[in-house]
Every structure is written in structure tokens, then in C-alpha cells.
Nanobody
Framework: QLVEFGGGLVQPGGSLRLSCEAY????????MGWYRQAPGQQRELVAS???????NYADGVKDRFTISRDNAKNTVSLQMNSLKPEDTAVYYC????????????????WGQGTLVTVSS
């Protein structure tokens, strides 16, 4: 189970920090990520971090967003700076198990989503 925290209303240029807590298993071997879905748009990857710490960012958030994870606490966070109105969306936490766990039936997990609204 994944539970997100930290969404809300922020003015353009402001910052927010999203957190995702994972429950039920050891997520240290999972790739973790943040996705977002704006109204009328498809869900898109924002940022991801592998179990080894490799990072990937969508082009539109590079240099503004930072993803991090704390395996001891089973959490993944997304620090969002210099927010823009186009960052407005529901943000979802994602946990993708490694191939060896997938063969045992472990499934990709999604949080319930947290709304981020960037508006003056």
C-alpha cells in the first residue's frame, strides 16, 4: 500500500514537498516514482528512482524537482520548487517491483493520488 502526503495549493514560484509512505513489504528493491495526471490529460512520469539510486526526470521538471528515497523508512519524496501553473495535477506515487519479484506475482502499486494546484 502506498499513501501520499503533501499536496495542496501553492502560488506560482512556490514550493511543495510530496511524500509517499509504503506499507506491507520491503520496498528497497523496488523502483519508485512519481506520476501526475492533469485534467483531460494522460498520466505521465514526473520522476523516478531505482533501487540503486539512478534518477530520471521528465524534461519539464528537470532543475526544479528532486526525487529522493529513504529505504529505512520505506518512503519516497518529491521536492518541487519554482512551481508553475502547468504543474497543476493529481500526483501519484508508484512502486515497481524488480523482475524476480514479478515472477512471484508481485504487482506494480499506485497510491491514491494527491492534488497539487499552482495558482495565484
Amino acid at each position: 500500500q502506498l499513501v501520499e502526503f503533501g499536496g495542496g495549493l501553492v502560488q506560482p514560484g512556490g514550493s511543495l514537498r510530496l511524500s509517499c509512505e509504503a506499507y506491507g513489504t520491503d520496498f528497497s528493491t523496488y523502483a519508485m516514482g512519481w506520476y501526475r495526471q492533469a485534467p483531460g490529460q494522460q498520466r505521465e512520469l514526473v520522476a523516478s528512482i531505482t533501487s540503486g539510486g539512478s534518477l530520471n526526470y521528465a524534461d519539464g521538471v528537470k532543475d526544479r524537482f528532486t526525487i529522493s528515497r529513504d529505504n529505512a523508512k520505506n518512503t519516497v519524496s518529491l521536492q518541487m520548487n519554482s512551481l508553475k501553473p502547468e504543474d497543476t495535477a493529481v500526483y501519484y506515487c508508484n512502486a515497481d517491483p524488480p523482475p524476480n519479484l514479478k515472477t512471484w506475482g508481485y504487482l506494480e502499486l499506485w497510491g491514491q493520488g494527491t492534488l497539487v494546484t499552482v495558482s495565484s
